[in-house]
């Protein structure tokens, strides 16, 4: 299976600070054919479904604030957060969806300061 | 709009088995996978496997084989999910969500719509 790492576990960023998150995969996902990286970065809040931010790793899905960016390629991801809100508080996973079995990683649980 | 709306929070005892619903609705049903995924308490989500209902094709995550089973009902653009065997470690919020086709090299594959959850609590 392709486990993916998350770092750090946790968080804690004062509001309008510059909020980063890594991902890793033990395998690459990206797939040489069309170039894209099968990772996907979503937000949970408590007692809600994941919402998805970013799809081949770096495409923002429609409605996420631009204070949100998704980068890198291969094996190695990162989320950031330019200017951090009181709402972006939340547990961030990334997920690859390049082999099955799809996995997720273990979670960055994002706080304010 | 898209919605996913699943069955409500289940109690099972040890070795029954559960079957959990997803009504969808503001799609075409046939077009996209639904994809089952679960989360235990304070733990990060776990993809369990998919459905495609235009053909039935299923692909189950290897942990859940022959313990799982993903269908649909076409009439009713509804999904569901049996899990059977319960055990305490099945205890979770199983989720429901609608994925892309992935059937072309610039086709979306990731999970974007979800249903709201449902509970399952194993105890005996």
């Known amino acids: 299976d392709n486990v993916l790492t998350q770092s750090p576990d946790s968080l804690a960023v004062s509001l309008g600070e510059r909020a980063t998150i890594n991902c890793k995969s033990s395998q690459s996902v990206l797939y040489s054919a069309n170039n894209k990286n099968y990772l996907a970065w979503y937000q949970q809040k408590p007692g809600q479904p994941p919402k998805l931010l970013f799809y081949?790793?770096?495409t923002r899905e429609s409605g996420v604030p631009d204070r949100f960016s998704g980068s890198g390629s291969g094996t190695d991801f990162t989320l950031t957060i330019s200017s951090l809100q009181a709402d972006d508080v939340g547990v961030y996973y990334c997920?690859?969806?390049?082999?099955?079995?799809?996995?997720f990683g273990q979670g960055t649980k994002l706080e304010i300061k | 709009q898209v919605q996913l709306v699943q069955s409500g929070a289940e109690v099972k005892k040890p070795g029954a088995s559960v079957k959990v619903s997803c009504k969808t609705s503001g799609y075409i049903f046939t077009s996209y996978p639904i994809t089952w995924v679960r989360q235990a308490p304070g733990q990060g989500p776990e993809w369990m496997g998919w459905i495609r209902p235009y053909t039935g094709n299923t692909n189950y995550a290897q942990k859940f084989q022959g313990r799982v089973t993903m269908t649909t009902d076409t009439s009713t653009d509804t999904a569901y999910m049996e899990l059977r065997s319960l055990t305490s470690d099945d205890t979770a919020v199983y989720f429901c969500?609608?994925?892309?086709?992935?059937?072309?090299?610039?086709?979306?594959?990731?999970?974007?719509?979800w249903g709201q959850g449902t509970r399952v609590t194993v105890s005996s």
């Open positions: 081949w790793a770096s």
């Open positions: 969500a609608r994925s892309g086709s992935g059937s072309c090299l610039g086709c979306r594959v990731e999970a974007d719509y």
């Open positions: 997920h690859q969806y390049d082999s099955f079995p799809y996995t």
